[in-house]
């Protein structure tokens, strides 16, 4: 069940590394899953009083319990979330252009604030005019103006307005509350821009803070007229809007008699239009053009409506336009640019302070002096001097560490230094390890720590000359002076009892009860495991690793297995007296592969057959990591803690666990996962296993798993210069104290994050420095240590800060710091916790870096324009906002994995990547561009992958070619695809290669297997599909992108009021 592994030795300084095996990822639900009938959604964070909250017959929505959850009327395969059906039509990112704006129960009404977004590039597929001069104000939607020296003219584009309203909960209810609030005469705030400038080259992060901005009607300007136009002939209320591609009809809702009452919250009134205004009714998405039918679940204007406190006046025919998302900032467009912009150029270290690329560039690192991005990313590289400043920003200090992290083929593995006998060099008082940071003084007879500023003598052997700069005329011969990331190897002191570590041994803890036989499981294990034992992890240019294995089964009691060489069969021992384990022998159970081969052959050969007639459905499940414990701790004799849970045992005893689920039903995965995130382990899990459908996905966790490169018995403890210091850590790991991060085993894929605070202020001049040191045992049992450096720049100005952050650290921590908080607090609560500090960040910045402007604007920094859209994404992740078909073992599952997640891996986990495949060249070798997450993005003539680590979909448009069709799937026409697909047929043409080749490729660039599921248009998959369109509204409640930048600018209004 422990797979540990460690990093090959390191070539000789300079020379380049071989490459690593790509890395793969699994879905965490398992099956495709069917949908559920339709239910009543609970409001934005809570249920809304007056909407139907029990579920309407035939529905059963089980609260999270621990029991499985029972089947919905529509059965979803086992293990899938099956997420929910809009009714009998489409439900997409915005209300219909024909009813009243009455929020559609899954999402809640925002507050009252108006927002016109802009983003910093000119709006996809809509009309321009010329750029405007600074001095003027172009354009008007509805009254919304946009200004700004180098941004376009962006088509209008604007909400219908209600009074403001005193500010709820930041993310309850908001009673009585118009959608977006209301201005005078129906009129939109005016968009205008801030410093930004927009449509040309992205600034460069030396620049004075940059901002996106959006204004309210207090800053004047001339208007231009609003474009107008009227239906098309023949098309009314009821008709599908042209501009919608996939429009799924729908019966119109029932209208209500004049003077009828609607149940539940009252919406805002239909929104006014002058008269001197007309203009395209609202659309879904933002476009002009026809108006789209009504839709299930919204109100529809009706004689009688409340103005809720707004002007009375004549009822108007035709609403004003909605927010385009177009114009509001887009992650496709940030990334972009950010490849564009630094995707060519090397990022080199040398100098403090460096923002790096975003982790969605691919770009090459030249070390010199300071860590890689692979290694560390901050929230800011640039901190405040004082923790009044930090107080009053509210930006997050934290650091993510990859102490492991594996680099592409083009860069070199971190060097090896062996200072023999003395060991490495350090501080004598704070106890740092020598770095490129430190000052050597008196000709170099002594240094000064970096960290504590300590003098201390340098031993006579270490003794250098300085060159007439004051540095060391060897420094760029030695890694510890001249670069930010090397290894040290470790002298017997960092041994545990002062005697070095055997090599390290796997133990393979096989479930042979009654369900893991029958389904295939067993068999499908000992046929992979005779292969894969000649791929253990092994030092650089061994012939053999040194890893040994040995091997247990169990149900309800465990079996031990002598696979010793000079044996012609197997030999079993059961213990079963589980309550007081025990290792039953000790010769010939850890054994050494490439001498037991036959033996170990012979045994992975019988074990499926003797156990073929078992009826043992019962298992166990903490002897046997109790077990695995003991047996090494008897063979490897560590010293013994005197820990009180199994969990801490292993620690103490460097025992790692990965854990290989396999659940039919509800199993507790949160119990169960708690010794794998103890031990730095993993937690797999396959839910309702068919050998058929998911060992591919299996095999490929399973050898991943077993090859992958592991430090284990592992300290980190991190070091920071006076000013600051760590206080929080996240991860998979175990403390015993408040400054030792201990991880009984470390692989490439792990994280861990850092949280510093101030105590005591910092110096502009010399910065903050970082000193994570990790010291651990190699796979062919070598003590090493691992040190990585970073230093940054503090500032005493604001602005700076908000200039050198990076929000997808920012995302990264956020979400790692909600999800350890739901064990604790309510889910309401942190959710609240999140919006208000982001609210904070960005009332911070536009109180105290933006210009002058009016208080209906809402100014982003550039750096963090995309914080509301990614915040969004974790507020309606499964964590923090299940649907009632999320089970308590998923969550769980996905809470776990988010903990120890790098920050590439959280930024396509929240917001997915979302390919189409059949508008790029086919003979294109290059991935096509990706599209914003949303389902006016999907045109049911194309076909598109979507991607987040855990799960791959291919959704297939109802329109689209045959031709695609026959080369893709091999059948002649839409409705012949085989939902819930799992495997593309394997064709001889262009368009299939292209395809499987893409999924191929997206499958390496991640840690877990992800399996294909293939998705047809309106199919009651498509349900589970949308659940990732997240810039769209969820139907768990979660809000759409364009609502959620609404509710951002009201709260932070609030604040600056």
Not at 753 to 757: A, D, G, I, P
Not at 806 to 816: G, P, Q, R, S, V
């Given at each position: 069940?422990?797979?540990?592994?460690?990093?090959p030795?390191?070539?000789?300084?300079g020379?380049?590394?071989?490459?690593?095996?790509?890395?793969?990822?699994?879905?965490y639900?398992?099956?495709p899953?069917?949908?559920a009938?339709p239910t009543?959604?609970?409001?934005y964070?809570?249920?809304?009083p007056?909407y139907?909250?029990?579920?309407p017959?035939?529905?059963?929505?089980?609260?999270?319990s621990?029991?499985a959850p029972p089947?919905?009327?529509?059965?979803a395969p086992c293990?899938?979330a099956a997420?929910?059906?809009f009714?009998?039509?489409?439900?997409?990112?915005?209300?219909?252009?024909?009813v009243?704006?009455?929020?559609?129960?899954?999402?809640?009404p925002?507050?009252s604030?108006p927002l016109?977004?802009v983003v910093?590039?000119?709006?996809v597929?809509q009309?321009?005019?010329?750029?405007?001069?600074?001095?003027?104000?172009?354009?008007?939607?509805?009254?919304?103006q946009?200004s700004?020296?180098?941004?376009?003219?962006?088509?209008?584009?604007?909400?219908?307005y209600?009074?403001?309203t005193?500010?709820?909960?930041a993310s309850?209810?908001?009673?009585?509350?118009?959608?977006?609030?209301?201005?005078p005469?129906?009129?939109a705030?005016?968009l205008?821009?801030?410093?930004g400038h927009?449509?040309?080259q992205?600034?460069?992060r030396?620049?004075?803070?940059?901002?996106?901005?959006f204004t309210?009607?207090?800053s004047?300007?001339?208007r231009?007229?609003?474009?107008?136009g009227p239906l098309?002939?023949?098309?009314?209320?009821g008709?599908?809007?042209?501009?919608?591609?996939?429009?799924v009809?729908?019966p119109?809702?029932?209208?209500?008699?004049?003077g009828?009452?609607m149940?539940?919250?009252?919406?805002?009134?239909?929104?006014?239009?002058?008269?001197?205004q007309p203009?395209?009714?609202l659309?879904q998405?933002?476009?002009?053009?026809?108006?789209?039918g009504?839709?299930?679940?919204y109100?529809?204007?009706?004689?009688?409506?409340s103005?809720f406190?707004?002007?009375?006046?004549?009822?108007?025919p035709?609403?004003p336009?909605?927010?385009d998302?177009?114009?509001?900032?887009?992650?496709?467009?940030?990334i972009?640019?950010?490849?564009?912009?630094r995707?060519s150029e090397?990022?080199v270290?040398?100098?403090r302070?460096?923002?790096p690329?975003?982790?969605?560039?691919?770009?090459?690192?030249?070390?010199?002096g300071n860590?890689?991005?692979r290694?560390?990313?901050?929230?800011?590289?640039?901190?405040?001097?004082?923790?009044?400043?930090?107080k009053?920003?509210q930006?997050?200090?934290?650091?993510?560490?990859?102490?492991l992290?594996?680099?592409?083929p083009?860069?070199?593995?971190?060097?090896?230094?062996?200072?023999?006998?003395?060991?490495?060099?350090?501080c004598?008082?704070?106890?740092?390890?020598m770095?490129?940071?430190m000052?050597?003084?008196?000709?170099g007879?002594?240094?000064?720590?970096?960290?504590c500023?300590?003098?201390n003598?340098?031993?006579?052997?270490y003794?250098?000359?300085?060159?007439?700069t004051?540095k060391?005329?060897?420094?760029?011969?030695?890694?510890?002076?001249s670069?930010?990331?090397?290894?040290f190897?470790?002298?017997?002191d960092?041994?545990?009892?002062?005697?070095f570590?055997?090599?390290?041994?796997?133990i393979f803890?096989i479930?042979v009860?009654?369900?893991?036989?029958?389904?295939?499981?067993?068999?499908?294990?000992?046929?992979e495991?005779?292969s894969?034992?000649?791929?253990l992890p092994?030092?650089?240019?061994?012939?053999?690793?040194?890893?040994?294995?040995g091997f247990v089964?169990?149900?309800?009691?465990?079996?031990?297995?002598?696979?010793?060489?000079?044996?012609?069969?197997?030999?079993?021992?059961?213990?079963?007296d589980?309550?007081?384990?025990?290792?039953?022998?000790?010769?010939g159970?850890l054994?050494?592969?490439?001498e037991?081969?036959?033996v170990?052959?012979?045994?992975?050969d019988?074990?499926p057959e003797m156990?073929?007639?078992t009826?043992e459905t019962?298992?166990?499940?903490a002897?046997?990591?109790?077990a695995?414990?003991?047996a090494?701790?008897?063979l490897?004799?560590?010293?013994?803690?005197a820990?009180?849970?199994?969990?801490k045992?292993?620690v103490?005893?460097?025992c790692?666990?990965d854990?290989?689920?396999?659940?039919?039903?509800?199993v507790d995965?949160a119990?169960?996962?708690?010794?794998p995130?103890?031990?730095?382990?993993?937690?797999?899990k396959?839910?309702?296993?068919?050998?058929?459908?998911?060992?591919?996905?299996?095999?490929?966790?399973?050898?991943?798993?077993?090859?992958?490169v592991?430090?284990?018995d592992a300290?980190m403890?991190?070091?920071t210069?006076?000013?600051?210091?760590?206080?929080?850590?996240f991860g998979?790991?175990?403390?015993s104290?408040?400054?030792?991060v201990?991880?009984?085993?470390?692989?490439?894929d792990?994280?861990v994050?850092?949280?510093?605070?101030h105590?005591?202020?910092?110096?502009?001049?010399?910065g903050?420095?970082?000193?994570?040191?990790?010291?651990?045992?190699?796979?062919?049992?070598?003590?090493r240590?691992?040190i990585?450096?970073?230093a940054?720049n503090c500032?005493t100005?604001?602005?700076?800060?908000y200039?050198n952050c990076?929000?997808?650290?920012?995302?990264?921590?956020?979400?790692?710091f909600?999800?350890?908080?739901?064990?604790?607090s309510?889910?309401?609560?942190?959710?609240?916790?999140?919006?208000?500090?982001?609210?904070?960040?960005?009332a911070?910045?536009?109180k105290?870096c933006?210009?002058p402007s009016s208080?209906?604007?809402?100014i982003?920094?550039?750096?963090?324009k995309l914080l509301?859209?990614?915040?969004?994404?974790?507020?309606?992740?499964?964590?923090l906002?299940?649907?009632?078909?999320v089970?308590?073992?998923?969550?769980?599952?996905?809470?776990?994995?988010?903990?120890?997640?790098?920050?590439a891996?959280?930024n396509?986990?929240f917001?997915?990547?979302?390919?189409?495949l059949?508008k790029s060249?086919?003979?294109?070798?290059?991935e096509?561009?990706?599209?914003?997450?949303?389902?006016?993005?999907?045109?049911n003539?194309d076909?598109?992958?979507?991607?987040?680590?855990?799960?791959?979909?291919l959704w297939?448009?109802?329109s689209?070619?045959?031709?695609v069709v026959?080369s893709?799937?091999?059948v002649?026409?839409?409705s012949?695809?085989?939902?819930?697909l799992?495997?593309l047929?394997?064709l001889?043409?262009p368009?299939?290669?292209?395809?499987?080749?893409?999924?191929?490729?997206?499958?390496?660039?991640?840690?877990?297997?992800?399996?294909?599921?293939?998705?047809?248009?309106?199919?009651k998959?498509?349900?589970?599909?949308?659940h990732?369109?997240v810039?769209?509204?969820?139907?768990?409640g979660g809000a759409?992108?364009?609502d959620?930048?609404?509710?951002m600018?009201?709260?932070?209004r609030q604040?600056?009021?």
């Open positions: 069940m422990n797979v540990n592994q460690s990093a030795p390191v070539p000789p300084f020379q380049p590394q071989p490459v690593y095996p790509g890395y793969h990822q699994s879905s639900g398992g099956q899953g069917s949908t009938p009543s959604y609970g409001a964070n809570g249920p809304v007056g139907q909250q029990t579920p017959p035939g529905v059963s929505r089980a609260p999270p621990s029991e089947a919905s009327t529509a059965q293990g899938q997420y929910g059906q009714g009998q039509g489409d439900v997409q990112n915005g209300p219909s252009s024909t009243q704006m009455q929020r559609f129960p899954g999402s809640q925002f507050g604030v016109a977004p910093s590039q000119p709006a597929l009309p321009f005019g010329p750029p405007p001069t600074s001095a003027q104000v172009t354009g008007q939607l509805a009254g919304m946009i700004g020296a180098v941004a376009p003219a962006l088509p209008p584009v604007g909400l219908g209600g009074p403001p005193s500010l709820a909960s309850g209810s908001f009673p009585n509350s118009g959608l977006y609030g209301s201005y005469q129906g009129q705030p005016p205008s821009q801030g410093q927009f449509g040309a992205p600034p460069q030396s620049a004075p803070p940059q901002a996106s901005s309210s009607p207090a004047g300007g001339p231009m007229p609003s474009m107008t098309l002939p023949g098309q009314g209320f008709g599908p809007s042209v501009s919608q591609p996939n429009h009809s729908s119109p809702p029932q209208a209500l008699p004049p009828s009452q149940t539940g919250p009252p919406g805002p009134p239909p929104p006014m239009h002058s008269s001197q203009g395209y009714q659309q998405n933002g476009s002009f053009g026809p108006a789209r009504p839709q299930p679940n109100g529809s204007p009706y004689p009688g409506a103005t406190g707004s002007q009375p006046g004549p009822p108007q035709l609403p336009k909605r927010l998302p177009d114009a509001i900032p887009s992650p496709i467009q940030v972009e640019d950010d490849r564009n912009n995707g090397p990022f270290t040398g100098v302070g460096q923002v690329p975003l982790v969605t560039t691919n770009f090459l690192v030249k070390d010199q860590a890689s991005p290694y560390i990313r901050c929230t800011s590289y640039n901190i405040p001097c004082t923790s009044d400043m930090a009053q920003a930006v997050p200090l934290a650091a993510v560490i990859k102490p992290a594996r680099l592409p083009e860069e070199a593995s971190p060097y090896v230094v062996d200072h023999g006998e003395s060991g490495p060099l350090r004598n008082r704070c106890k740092a390890y770095c490129p940071f000052q050597f003084i008196e000709g007879r002594r240094f000064q720590c970096c960290f500023s300590c003098i003598d340098v031993p006579p052997q003794f250098q000359h300085l060159d007439h004051g060391r005329v060897d420094a760029y011969d030695r890694p510890e002076l670069l930010g990331s090397y290894e190897l470790a002298t017997v960092y041994c545990k009892n002062n005697k570590p055997s090599p390290p041994a796997f803890m479930d009860s009654y369900n893991a036989i029958r389904s295939g499981l067993v068999r499908l294990l000992c046929e495991l005779k894969l034992l000649d791929f092994r030092e650089g240019g061994a012939e053999e690793s040194a890893i040994r294995v089964t169990y149900n309800k009691v465990l079996h031990f297995y002598n696979v010793k060489s000079s044996l012609a069969q197997p030999q079993m021992m059961v213990v079963s589980v309550a007081d384990m025990f290792v039953p022998l000790l010769d159970f054994v050494n592969v490439s037991s081969r036959a170990i052959t012979s045994l992975l019988q074990i156990f073929a007639d009826r019962e298992t166990v499940f002897p046997v990591i109790q695995g414990m003991e090494l701790k008897t490897f004799q560590p010293q013994t803690g820990y009180q849970t199994l969990a045992e292993c103490a005893q460097g790692c666990v854990l290989f689920l396999f659940p039919n039903q509800y995965v119990t169960l996962s708690v010794v995130q103890l031990t730095g382990g993993s937690v797999y396959y839910a309702c296993f068919q050998v058929e459908n998911d060992q591919e996905r299996f095999l490929s966790d399973l050898r991943r798993d077993v090859q992958k592991v430090g284990f300290v403890r991190v070091r210069s006076t000013g600051i210091r760590a206080v929080d850590f998979a790991f175990y403390m104290n408040t400054t030792d201990e991880l009984a085993g470390l692989d490439g792990k994280t994050t850092v949280e510093f605070k105590d005591d202020r910092l110096n502009e001049e010399s903050a420095l970082l000193q994570c040191a990790l010291l651990y045992t190699s796979c062919a049992g070598q003590r240590l691992r990585h450096n970073l940054l500032c100005q604001l602005a700076d800060l200039r990076e929000t997808d650290t920012l995302i990264n921590y956020m979400a790692k909600a999800y350890r908080g739901v064990l604790n309510p889910v309401k609560t942190v959710r609240d916790t999140l919006i208000t500090q982001c609210a904070q960040i960005l911070c910045y536009r105290n933006a210009s208080a209906g604007q809402l982003l920094p550039e750096c963090m509301p859209v990614y915040l969004n994404c974790v507020l309606k992740s499964d964590v906002q299940p649907g009632a078909e089970t308590t073992d998923d969550r769980a599952y996905v809470r776990q994995l988010v903990t120890s997640m790098d920050v891996e959280t396509v986990f917001y997915p990547r979302l390919l189409p059949t060249p086919i003979e294109s070798a290059t096509p561009p990706a599209v914003r997450a949303s389902e006016e993005r999907l045109s003539g076909i598109y992958l979507l991607e987040n680590g855990l799960n791959l979909f297939v448009g109802a689209v070619q045959q031709g026959q893709l799937f091999s002649s026409s839409f012949q695809i085989t939902s819930g799992s495997v047929p394997v001889d043409n368009l299939s290669k292209k395809v499987r080749g893409l999924i191929d490729s997206l499958r390496a660039q991640r840690s877990r297997y992800m399996k294909l599921i293939v998705v047809k248009q309106e199919d998959l498509e349900m589970l599909f949308k990732f369109l810039e769209d509204k969820s139907l768990s759409s992108y364009v959620f930048l609404c509710h600018h009201k709260e932070i604040l600056l009021s």
